[in-house]
């Protein structure tokens, strides 16, 4: 017999071996989920159970069919999220995949770091002159608007991949260091266009009032993870995900804070101890979203 975490951090068993294989092909468990035997003394990834071995050898998969996905059904459904459990799971997925996954996440990181330094260039003479010298121009508020909108995608682009690779390590799909840069398939139109109408609206709701921008940010937050896994169009993607984290806006709040919390942790540590809060906090957000997103959580 054992006992499983389910998709909400609970406890469920026991439960017959029987059971599991069930799950395992109904798609409610996966490689990353945590299990002990009765004989265990801490739980440890089904993966690394000999029995279930042939459970999750690999399958060959439509190519380009996205998963099936209704939003109808979801967005009628609840969800419990259970903050702790999210961070506590990034840390194990972290554990059990230490250098691929700090390896990648710096990579990426890197990238997106030099874009912005490009930008920063390109941008800095205009910032100069508003700041500096008083002298706002409609050319230098060209200069700064484009260069904005220009690498907003490419932000989106690069974190949209990074996170598809969290999500295919948490379902024990063999994640490859290719699948970080997948924000280059066929999402990379929707991805663009998300980055740009998400980051005019919020500005706008910022400028009206702060707090409409404030909610927006938040309410839109897994319309990226939901074009890059589910192949939606930008705008649906924000809609699901506005309608999902409205359920529990001030959970996800709180949830986005502990992220941000965990990043600045690691940039105290000497900034060296971000190379692998990063890594848990991307760990962590997908946890989420398969808890909100997903129809195959326990319970």
């Known amino acids: 017999m054992y006992t499983i975490i389910g998709g909400d951090g609970k406890e469920y068993g026991p439960v017959s071996a029987e059971d599991l294989r069930n799950w395992i092909g109904e798609g409610r468990l996966n490689a990353q989920t945590l299990a002990k035997a009765e004989s265990d003394a801490e739980f440890r990834p089904l993966s690394t159970f000999p029995e279930f071995a042939d459970a999750f050898a ?35 997925l972290v554990k059990a995949n230490f250098w691929p996954t700090v390896g990648v996440t710096a990579l990426v990181m890197i990238i997106i770091g030099g874009v912005n330094q490009i930008v920063s260039l390109l941008t800095r003479p205009a910032m100069n002159g508003m700041i500096l010298q008083h002298q706002v121009t409609p050319g230098a508020v060209l200069v700064i608007v484009f260069s904005t909108l220009a690498s907003a995608p490419i932000y989106t682009i690069f974190t949209a991949g990074l996170l598809k690779y969290y999500l295919m390590l948490i379902r024990g799909e063999g994640a490859q260091i290719g699948d970080a840069f997948s924000g280059f398939g066929p999402s990379i139109g929707q991805l663009a266009l998300l980055s740009v109408v998400q980051m005019i609206l919020v500005l706008l709701g910022i400028l009206l009032c702060v707090i409409p921008g404030i909610y927006l ?19 649906a993607a924000m809609e699901l995900s506005r309608k999902m984290v409205n359920k529990h806006w001030f959970m996800i709040f709180a949830f986005l804070i502990v992220y941000v919390l965990l990043i600045i942790a690691g940039l105290i540590a000497c900034c060296i101890g971000i190379f692998v809060t990063m890594p848990i906090g991307f760990a962590a957000l997908m946890y989420a979203y398969e808890t909100i997103f997903s129809r195959s959580q326990t319970g």
């Open 58 to 92: 690999p399958q060959a998969p439509m190519p380009d069919a996205p998963p099936a996905f209704s939003t109808a059904s979801l967005a009628e459904g609840d969800y419990d999220l259970d903050i702790g459990g999210c961070v506590s799971r990034g840390w194990e």
């Open 217 to 235: 940010s938040v309410a839109w937050y897994f319309a990226m993870p939901l074009i890059i896994d589910r192949r939606m169009n930008f705008w």
